[in-house]
């Protein structure tokens, strides 16, 4: 089956937009996590998914930043009126379940440039 | 104590050669160590990972490393081959949702 996709897969935006990053994880795949990958930087942790819940959103860097998940399935990330410290890869993952064994499989992410 | 500190920055390896990556840790809650290979443009991809109750595991030309007193696990790649050349991140997770990241490994391997 088709792998985790994201969408778009570059995106200029100029300060002080909105922007909305989409994410289609593997069919099945209750669990749902979103990142961000800075230059030089690892993956910093933006939010999980149980279903359509958002247990720990600690990760997200400012009341600017939200998320959803319908169905169980597809996830957008919103950013509002957009930063250039926004800029970044937002990377998104799924996984079966929860749970330290499962394996996360990632998507090609989404480059995030805000100029 | 969440932090993973991974080592070095950056690396470059004659092909042929037995590139190292190293990795530490200070939650002793840790039960779950994984390494992703990222290539430019694509999202991080599990190569191999282990859990504390072995102190070594070996795929292929990878091989994990563990040490529990010491806290540190690393990651060996045998006879490395340009095809090698990616960004590695290890990480690790108490056993829930949460991996912590290390900043990433930039591996070259040269021809």
């Known amino acids: 089956g088709a792998g985790v996709s994201q969408s778009p897969s570059n995106k200029v935006t100029e300060k002080g937009k909105d922007v909305e990053l989409r994410c289609d994880p593997i069919?099945?795949?209750?669990?749902l996590y979103w990142y961000r990958q800075s230059l030089g930087q690892g993956l910093e942790f933006l939010i999980y998914?149980?279903?359509?819940?958002?247990?720990?959103k600690s990760g997200l860097p400012s009341d600017r930043f939200s998320a959803e998940r319908t169905g169980g399935s597809v996830s957008t990330l919103t950013i509002q009126r957009t930063q250039q410290e926004d800029s970044a890869v937002y990377l998104c993952?799924?996984?079966?379940?929860?749970?330290?064994?499962?394996?996360?499989?990632f998507g090609p992410g989404t480059r995030l440039t805000v100029l | 104590q969440q932090q993973v500190k991974q080592s070095p920055q950056s690396l470059i390896v004659q092909k042929g050669g037995i590139s190292i990556i190293n990795c530490a840790y200070e939650n002793t809650a840790f039960d779950y160590f994984p390494w992703y290979q990222q290539f430019p443009g694509k999202g991080p991809a599990l190569l191999i990972a282990?859990?504390?109750?072995?102190s070594e595991k070996k795929e292929g030309r990878f091989t994990i490393s563990f040490n529990k007193s010491a806290k540190q696990f690393s990651l060996h790649i045998m006879d490395s081959q340009p095809g090698d050349s990616a960004t590695y991140f290890c990480?690790?997770?108490?056993?829930?949702?949460?991996?912590?990241f290390g900043t990433g490994t930039r591996l070259k391997v040269l021809a």
């Open positions: 069919s099945g795949h209750t669990a």
């Open positions: 993952a799924s996984s079966l379940s929860s749970g330290g064994a499962r394996e996360q499989f």
């Open positions: 282990i859990r504390p109750d072995v």
């Open positions: 998914f149980q279903g359509n819940s958002a247990p720990d």
């Open positions: 990480a690790a997770t108490s056993g829930t949702y949460k991996y912590i």
